[in-house]
T-cell receptor
């Protein structure tokens, strides 16, 4: 019962480098989300995918892109990393976006940009 | 627009004391409401949720929360704190109207439990 799996768990990047954060869920969920967590700011939504084949911007999308590769996988890409993107990134999924089921979260990726 | 406010970024209680974590929301339609817990270096885990079936909601680990529409509140309580309850707690709201059901999170409350 893996749930939501995120890779890598830790990453250090230099300013300007690119990387992709991977997320996969094995619960047959339709909707997937990427959040970033910063001290004192809670979790802020970066991008989400209500269903396979669709993606939409959240609250803080600048500097990020996403791909819903298939129903299971939803990746987050930083094209040119900046120190302001130092954060903990969480992927989450739910059965249906509007059904009030709540989300299942991955364990997070801790990213430092130097 | 929806929003969530958690009153108090840090709450400290003694072991065995009542735990009360406050959450107020703003929503134009009756919302879904959630409490999540995050232990150090882990992801978020769902504690409980309100989806209009009952105003008093019981969750895992002895926690419960009461939805009060008149006060736009969804405070989290536990009668007797355990050391293992020390964690960060997040309240979240979801708009059940249309297709906008994204979760909006509060800033979080860190619960410290003193022996």
């Amino acid at each position: 019962n893996a749930g939501v799996t995120q890779t890598p768990k830790f990453q250090v990047l230099k300013t300007g480098q690119s990387m992709t954060l991977q997320c996969a869920q094995d619960m047959n969920h339709n909707s997937m989300y990427w959040y970033r967590q910063d001290p004192g700011m809670g979790l802020r939504l970066i991008y989400y995918s209500a269903s396979e084949g669709t993606t939409d911007k959240g609250e803080v999308p600048n500097g990020y892109n996403v791909s819903r590769l298939n129903k299971r996988e939803f990746s987050l890409r930083l094209e040119s990393a900046a120190p302001s993107q130092t954060s903990v990134y969480f992927c989450a999924s739910t059965i249906e976006q509007t059904a009030g089921y709540g989300y299942t979260f991955g364990s997070g990726t801790r990213l430092t940009v130097v | 627009a929806q929003s969530v406010t958690q009153l108090g970024s840090h709450v400290s209680v003694s072991e065995g004391a009542l735990v009360l974590l406050r959450c107020n929301y703003s929503s134009s339609v009756p919302p879904y409401l959630f409490w999540y817990v995050q232990y150090p270096n882990q992801g978020l885990q769902l504690l409980l949720k309100y989806t209009s079936a009952a105003t008093l909601v019981k969750g895992i680990n002895g926690f419960e929360a009461e939805f009060k529409k008149s006060e736009t509140s969804f405070h989290l309580t536990k009668p007797s704190a355990h050391m293992s309850d020390a964690a960060e707690y997040f309240c979240a709201v979801s708009d059940r109207a249309g297709n906008t059901g994204k979760l909006i999170f509060g800033q979080g409350t860190t619960l410290q439990v003193k022996p």
